[in-house]
């Protein structure tokens, strides 16, 4: 199986209105996700 390259790079924002430490720690999650998955290169 070939590597494909991605087609557009994708951007994502997590935001929360209530709590300052919500955002930094969904985005941290969702980061380790996609590395797991082997998806950062998108």
Known sequence: M???P???KLH???VCWGNICR???AE???RKLV???GLDDR
């Open 35 to 37: 590395i797991d998955r």
């Open 23 to 25: 955002s930094p720690a």
């Open 2 to 4: 070939q590597n494909q």
């Open 12 to 14: 994502i924002v997590f």
């Open 6 to 8: 991605a087609k557009e």
């Open 28 to 30: 941290a999650t969702f």
